[in-house]
């Protein structure tokens, strides 16, 4: 297995540009998380799914975050309008709940808003 | 929400002393304990877990207890080598929720 797929890898724009980070959970995994990680505020859950239904969303910061997963194999989180403040390492981890709780992670985007 | 704190933030130890990190967390109802090893520019990766039902794991050099009564869990790495230097996290989380709660991460630098 390729284990969990994000893309892009880096990504730089320019403040009010909309963002968009994808994610490839492991086959097979039913639930997923999105974390944003800084040095100021360490690892920070932002949203996770279960089966695609979005179960806790309330890490998103503000209306400027949005995820989806419109099918087991894909999830998507989007920044529209992205602020200076958004730059971060975004995670992607998936899970498979029925066999405990191992989470594991992709190598993440690197966001950087100008 | 779950709390969890971790000490120290940072680590130097020499080559083939032990390093020991402490975590605490708040929730009595939290029941699965991680730990995850993050190198620079790298992705976090699960290095060992321990479930509320155990007090002691081991693998290899790395082994975790948990004192559930005193709401707080170790991680220990022996004989420590270069290759251990790392942000390592530790995590908690409860049956009915999936969600990791992290520690604020130790930064391990082993001096060769």
């Known amino acids: 297995d390729a284990g969990v797929i994000q893309s892009p890898r880096h990504e730089v724009t320019e403040m009010g540009q909309e963002v968009t980070l994808r994610c490839k959970p492991i086959?097979?995994?039913?639930?997923l998380f999105w974390y944003r990680q800084t040095m100021m505020r360490g690892l920070e859950l932002l949203i996770y799914?279960?089966?695609?239904?979005?179960?806790?969303d309330s890490g998103m910061p503000e209306d400027r975050f949005s995820a989806k997963m419109p099918n087991a194999s894909f999830s998507t989180l989007k920044i529209q309008p992205s602020e200076p403040r958004d730059s971060a390492v975004y995670f992607c981890?998936?899970?498979?709940?029925?066999?405990?709780?191992?989470?594991?992670f992709g190598p993440g985007t690197r966001l950087t808003v100008t | 929400g779950e709390n969890v704190e971790q000490h120290p933030s940072t680590l130097s130890v020499q080559e083939g002393d032990s390093a020991v990190i402490k975590c605490t967390y708040s929730?009595?109802?939290?029941?699965?304990f991680p730990w995850y090893k993050q190198e620079l520019g790298k992705r976090p990766q699960l290095i060992i877990d321990?479930?509320?039902?155990?007090g002691e794991k081991k693998d290899q050099r790395i082994a975790v207890t948990l004192n559930k009564t005193a709401k707080h869990f170790s991680l220990h790495i022996t004989e420590t080598q270069p290759e251990d230097s790392a942000v390592y996290f530790c995590?908690?989380?409860?049956?009915?929720?999936?969600?990791?709660?992290f520690g604020a991460g130790t930064t391990v630098t082993v001096r060769a």
């Open positions: 086959s097979g995994h039913n639930s």
């Open positions: 995590a908690a989380s409860k049956g009915n929720d999936y969600k990791l709660s």
């Open positions: 799914f279960n089966n695609n239904v979005p179960i806790d």
């Open positions: 981890a998936s899970s498979l709940m029925t066999s405990g709780y191992e989470q594991y």
């Open positions: 929730d009595s109802a939290s029941n699965y």
């Open positions: 321990i479930r509320s039902n155990v």
